[in-house]
Antibody
Framework: QLQLQESGPGLVKPSETLSLTCTVS??????????WGWIRQPPGKGLEWIGS???????YYYPSLKSRVTISLDTPNNQFSLNLNSVTAADTAVYYC???????????WGQGTLVTVSS | EVVLTQSPATLSLSPGERATLSCRAG??????LAWYQQKPGQAPRLLIY???NRATGTPARFSGSGSGTDFTLTISSLEPEDFAVYFC?????????FGGGTKVEV
C-alpha cells in the first residue's frame, strides 16, 4: 500500500523559504508515468494546486506561484520536496503531497501538514 | 487556466435524500474531471474520475455525469458519512485547478 508523509517546519517567518519533504513508502517515485504533486489548503478554504513533478523530472507549476516555487525529486531517498520562497501570511495553509498517474487524478494523498507563516 | 465553478456552495439535506452537485468549467475539458470528498481534518479522497468512473472503494450511491463544460455528482441517498465537502478537479491542461467546493450539511 502506497503511503505519503509530509514533513517540515510548522512555522516559517515572513520573507523566508518554506521547505517541505514528502516521503513515499510502498512504491518508488521513479516508477514511470507518475506525477508527484503538492496541493495546499488555506484554513477554511478550498484546494489550491501548487505544482507537480513527473517521474522523469519535468516540472509544472501554478502560474502565479511559478516565480517562487521549486519541486524536486530525491530518488535515492524516495522523496520529493517543495520549496516556496518569499512567503507571506497568504501562504499559511495545510500542505498535501499526492500522487497521480499520467492521464488520471490524485489517488494517494499524504495526511497534510499545517504551515503557518508568522513572525 | 480552466476555471471550475461549483454550485451550490452549501447543500442542506437530510439522510436518505438525494444530493445533486454541479461543477461548471470555463472551457471544454472533455471528460477530464474528477470529484473528491473531504471530511474535516482529512485529506481529500478520490471518488469519481474521468467524469463518471467510480474510484476503487466508492459506493454505488455516488455517480458522476457530464462532459464538455457541465458536470454533476449525484449521491442517490445520503448516508450519515456522506456529509462532507466535495471538490471537482480537471486534468485537461496545465495548470490543474480545483473548484471552490460544495459543502453537504445536515
Amino acid at each position: 500500500q502506497l503511503q505519503l508523509q509530509e514533513s517540515g517546519p510548522g512555522l516559517v517567518k515572513p520573507s523566508e523559504t518554506l521547505s517541505l519533504t514528502c516521503t513515499v513508502s510502498g512504491g518508488s517515485i521513479s516508477t514511470s508515468n507518475y506525477y508527484w504533486g503538492w496541493i495546499r489548503q488555506p484554513p477554511g478554504k478550498g484546494l489550491e494546486w501548487i505544482g507537480s513533478i513527473f517521474y522523469s523530472g519535468n516540472t509544472y507549476y501554478y502560474p502565479s506561484l511559478k516565480s517562487r516555487v521549486t519541486i524536486s525529486l530525491d530518488t535515492p531517498n524516495n522523496q520529493f520536496s517543495l520549496n516556496l520562497n518569499s512567503v507571506t501570511a497568504a501562504d499559511t495553509a495545510v500542505y498535501y503531497c499526492a500522487r497521480r498517474r499520467s492521464g488520471s487524478f490524485y489517488d494517494y494523498w499524504g495526511q497534510g501538514t499545517l504551515v503557518t507563516v508568522s513572525s | 487556466e480552466v476555471v471550475l465553478t461549483q454550485s451550490p456552495a452549501t447543500l442542506s439535506l437530510s439522510p436518505g435524500e438525494r444530493a445533486t452537485l454541479s461543477c461548471r468549467a470555463g472551457q471544454s475539458i472533455d471528460n477530464h474531471l474528477a470529484w473528491y470528498q473531504q471530511k474535516p481534518g482529512q485529506a481529500p479522497r478520490l471518488l469519481i474520475y474521468d467524469a463518471s468512473n467510480r474510484a476503487t472503494g466508492t459506493p454505488a450511491r455516488f455517480s458522476g455525469s457530464g462532459s464538455g463544460t457541465d458536470f454533476t455528482l449525484t449521491i442517490s441517498s445520503l448516508e450519515p458519512e456522506d456529509f462532507a465537502v466535495y471538490f471537482c478537479q480537471h486534468r485537461s491542461d496545465w495548470p490543474l485547478t480545483f473548484g471552490g467546493g460544495t459543502k453537504v450539511e445536515v
